[in-house]
């Protein structure tokens, strides 16, 4: 039973570090913009708000990489995280003393992006490590990944729209804060001291690197991936979308339809118990379907229905209903897209690229609550909304004609190839031998092979 226990302590620390975060944060998503909303009243104001806190948090998850890389994504996380409950814990306490002018709301929103960032980046870089110590399947572990995401999807909104319906946005801020600095808890006593240490470069010339040499290398990577560039434009045009859905339309359509905050965060809720139980089915069986396939299938589902039942203004059970398969198909999203990527990147270059690679992915989503309080102010919120929709329905089918994505289900074919080839030699007790990491390289996939130094590092 120990034994166990031990053997699943990493995965089960670094998912119970990212539920508790990530709920923490989707608290914030329906309280944040409620308080803009009910403080000054403007649909414009909401999406500036939004604007600041997210730009700060894609640059930051830019360039932190290399230092993810560096310090090692364990002791990153934990500095992260104690930065982002002092910043989020501002914004009650200003608003308590009466010191806090929009100006001055402006500002804080950009220090919680931009504390955020690194947090959340270091957090995603330690689920290789964590599945591979755990005995587990890498689409397994990212299947697992995408469960806690969705669970912290739904309790997070849930107790945020609460929240603000019994007593106001204020405590549920207060709530976020709280969730940040149970993320460090967690981190610093249960993912193990040896986890998450610097990654072990190739041997290069010089004795060490720089930190700009670190941030092209990690460039210079990804740009020769073709693949992981296509799932960085069509996720930056889908995130720019749900932004503006999540940072202005949803908390506009709440207020205008009359149905309020409960409303909202009711709807959240109900489309992350869809994709709970979209994560599990595609965690379960997931290895066994079309990668391609599983991934636009879910994005049809969650895109543009969500945007025109609310254009419609269709009864809440109707919206519910809608949200509830919606969320269906987005737990099928993240779980492959992870694993893909995870698979394409060396160990050794996972901060730095898989922190350009999210901030290609989110470079629309500052831009979406702008984008729409301007719509809303100029247009209404229903055709907004409208126009919301045919744009999602239109990227997800224009960007499926992409030869590249067929690259995913060879992904896959490669990593199937190097497990069964592992087993093999594991049977005849003779060990395998590393593979170097290349771009493009996905059989076997480069992020099964552990690079990192065995010795422990010393804590910060």
Known sequence: ?????????????????????????????????????VTTGSAGWTGVVAFCEMAPYVAAKAFSGPLVDRLGPRRVS???????????????????????????????????????????????VMIPEAAR???????????????TERLALTVGPAAGGALVA????????????????????????????DMGA????????????????????????????RLLMVIAALIAVIN????????????????????????LGLLVAVMGAGAILGSLVITAIGHRLGRRLVFFAGLLTVGAPRFLVLALDAHLGVALAVFAVAGFGSGFLNPVLTAVIFERIPPHLLGRV?????????IGIPFGGLLAGAAVTAFGWAP???????????????????????????????????????????????????VPGAPGAVAPPTGGTDRRSPAPVGEP
């Open 198 to 225: 610097p990654a072990e470069e190739p041997a290069t010339p010089e004795d060490d690197i720089g930190y700009w040499r670190r941030l092209a290398e990690g460039f210079a990577f990804l740009r020769r991936d």
């Open 240 to 263: 720019l979308l749900d932004s503006a859905m999540a940072a202005v339309l949803m908390p506009v359509w709440a207020r205008e339809s009359g149905n309020g905050p409960a409303a």
């Open 166 to 193: 019994w007593v106001g946005p204020l405590p549920a801020l207060v709530l976020n804060a709280v969730c940040f600095a149970l993320g460090w808890l967690v981190v610093t006593v249960v993912v193990p001291r």
């Open 384 to 434: 907004a909304l409208a126009v919301a929709g045919g744009i999602y329905l239109a990227a997800t089918l224009l960007a499926g004609l992409r030869p590249e994505w067929r690259e995913m289900d060879r992904e896959r074919a490669g990593a199937d190839k190097a497990s069964d080839k592992a087993s093999v030699e594991e049977a005849v007790g003779a060990a395998p031998p590393p």
């Open 78 to 124: 934990r500095v992260a995280d104690v930065f982002s409950a002092l910043a989020v814990a501002l914004v009650p306490l200003l608003h308590v003393l009466d010191a806090l002018p929009m100006w001055g709301l402006l500002v804080v929103v950009a220090l919680i992006g931009l504390t955020r960032g690194p947090g959340d980046l270091a957090k995603r």
């Open 133 to 147: 110590r755990s005995g587990l399947p890498l689409e397994r572990a990212t299947g697992l990944a995408g469960v």
């Open 1 to 37: 039973m120990l034994g166990r226990i031990a053997r699943w302590r990493p995965v089960s620390g670094v998912l119970a570090a990212l539920s508790v975060a990530l709920t923490g944060t989707f608290v914030s998503s329906i309280a944040l913009p409620w308080y803009v909303l």
């Open 354 to 362: 898989g922190g350009l690679l999210d901030a290609l992915a989110w």
